[in-house]
């Protein structure tokens, strides 16, 4: 399972312990092409295949322009913050969550391994969902993913790839490297084809976008748990530092790799535009890139892209499942989650935590059968369910700036990391306005009946269930989840 653990790492698990016992000392071999590579490599997933429809629904070139540069600013502060506190406080490798429960206490982190977690089942269903609406340029019945047929088809491919983690899987660095050549190829030749072609007429046209969108200002906000989505597993640079020949290399390599998806995504939106008129470009199926390079091209533009998205996504899904079995497998070898989720078999395999994350993607996606677009909705949905760990980790990194610990002294370039963490929660609380209460309220839809398994933790160590402060927290979060459930049955809510 190690070699399996390695690649859940590298997509987004960020500094997740993946050994079941001390780690070995880690060889400083990487300088900083490689590492600089790493950074790209874990970056870009599926979800750049699906950028033109996506932005194009809500704005055009400016409104694009605008939301990448805020992205783009602020999803790197919250790559510095990782950095900083993966250094500052390496004795914190159980996950994201570790860093909300040093700065906020046990409930606080535990909502935090719930959220990162959830986010990443739900992520999962946004592969599956992307898989059968590029099967569906093909076959028909399919749709765009949400079909019955389509979501019973996901169904099987969810539960065979469940059997097949169940026995060990060993070959995920292979993997990996197929995957790598899978996703990147397609779309680099994406980039240049659409440069080549520029059409100069076409993106004047689609500058200002559709005014029936809004302000420019209200098109931007609506792009914003898109650019958050493709960027997750920003922190996943931090992991590296442990390889790096020199600590400083890893600074340099997350700014570059950081920089080079930014460009690679933004080349991929803005060249859209030139392509097809914004209209059209919300209107294609998903994987939009594939339709957008077919107007060019022609057909075999589509069966390149879908070839490269089928094998990206399916390699991806595999590192992230794992991934997402191994937060909870960490928090209950750690305590924090109830026992029985520390479970492995004879395979060295985190059963009970991979059972929990299969089951929680195929519920997300049974909910797909009764959403409109349910690529974009799990999109947001995966989206605002990682924007409360990524808040509480930047809140611990701000607070541990403003007030160290005891005995800790004030490193050179304190003044900086502290302008980055103060800038990195103003960005996340700028997300979570951003995305609207309608997925605030449906991510507590998941906070709030998962804190059983808080409840169940506390009772197995003998403990108070909440205390007064923690009990508050909760009552907020029911109090939300009902509040959700009241606007789904209502309508005021829709998926």
Not at 7 to 35: C, I, K, Q
Not at 65 to 81: K, P, R, S
Not at 172 to 200: D, E, G, H, M, Y
Request: with cysteine; charged share 10%.
């Amino acid at each position: 399972m190690s070699a399996a653990m390695d690649e859940a790492r590298s997509p987004a698990a960020g500094p997740v312990s993946t050994s079941h016992g001390p780690a070995a000392p880690a060889e400083r071999t990487m300088a900083v092409p490689a590492l600089t590579a790493m950074v790209v490599g874990s970056m870009v997933g599926a979800g750049v295949f699906s950028l033109p429809r996506n932005f194009a629904q809500s704005t055009g070139v400016l409104g694009t322009l605008i939301a990448w540069t805020i992205a783009g600013a602020g999803m790197l502060m919250l790559a510095f913050v990782f950095q900083s506190l993966a250094v500052r406080r390496p004795h914190l490798d159980a996950g994201v969550y570790a860093y909300a429960k040093a700065g906020f206490g046990e409930y606080p982190g535990f909502l935090s391994a719930l959220g990162y977690w959830a986010s990443a089942c739900v992520g999962n269903v946004t592969y599956w969902v992307l898989i059968m609406s590029t099967l569906g340029k093909i076959w028909p019945a399919m749709g765009e993913g949400s079909t019955l047929l389509a979501v019973a088809v996901s169904s099987v491919g969810l539960w065979a790839f469940h059997l097949v983690i169940r026995r060990g899987v060993r070959e995920a660095a292979a993997i990996n490297q197929i995957v790598t050549v899978a996703k990147l190829v397609p779309i680099v030749l994406f980039v240049v084809i659409l440069a080549v072609s520029f059409q100069a007429g076409v993106f004047g046209d689609n500058f200002w976008g559709d005014a029936a969108g809004g302000g420019v200002l209200s098109q931007v906000n609506d792009t914003m748990l898109i650019t958050v989505f493709v960027f997750l597993g920003v922190e996943g640079a931090s992991v590296y530092s442990r390889y790096a020949r020199r600590r400083e290399d890893v600074g340099r390599a997350t700014v570059l790799g950081f920089l080079s998806v930014l460009a690679l995504f933004a080349s991929v939106t803005l060249l859209s535009y030139a392509a097809l008129p914004q209209t059209e470009l919300g209107e294609l199926q998903q994987p939009s890139v594939a339709g957008v390079l077919e107007s060019v091209v022609g057909t075999w533009g589509t069966v390149l892209i879908s070839v490269g998205v089928i094998v990206s996504v399916l390699g991806a899904y595999l590192a992230w499942t794992l991934m997402a079995a191994e937060v909870l497998f960490v928090a209950a070898r750690d305590r924090d989650m109830p026992r029985f989720l520390s479970r492995v078999n004879a395979a060295d395999v985190p059963v009970s935590a991979l059972l929990m994350t299969t089951a929680l993607v195929q519920v997300v996606l049974l909910t797909t059968l009764f959403s409109e677009d349910a690529f974009t909705f799990t999109l947001k949905l995966c989206t605002a369910l990682s924007l409360v760990p990524y808040l509480l980790a930047a809140g611990y990194a701000l607070r541990i700036g403003v007030r160290p610990d005891a005995g800790e002294r004030r490193e050179r370039g304190h003044g900086r990391e502290l302008a980055f963490a103060a800038l990195a929660v103003l960005y996340t609380l700028f997300l979570i306005v951003a995305a609207g209460l309608e997925f605030l309220l449906m991510a507590l839809l998941i906070y709030a009946p998962g804190t059983v398994l808080f409840v169940r933790t506390r009772r197995e160590a003998g403990r108070q269930v909440f205390t007064p402060v923690e009990l508050a927290l909760f009552v907020v979060a029911t109090v939300g989840a009902l509040a959700g459930v009241v606007g789904l049955a209502t309508g005021v809510i829709s998926i």
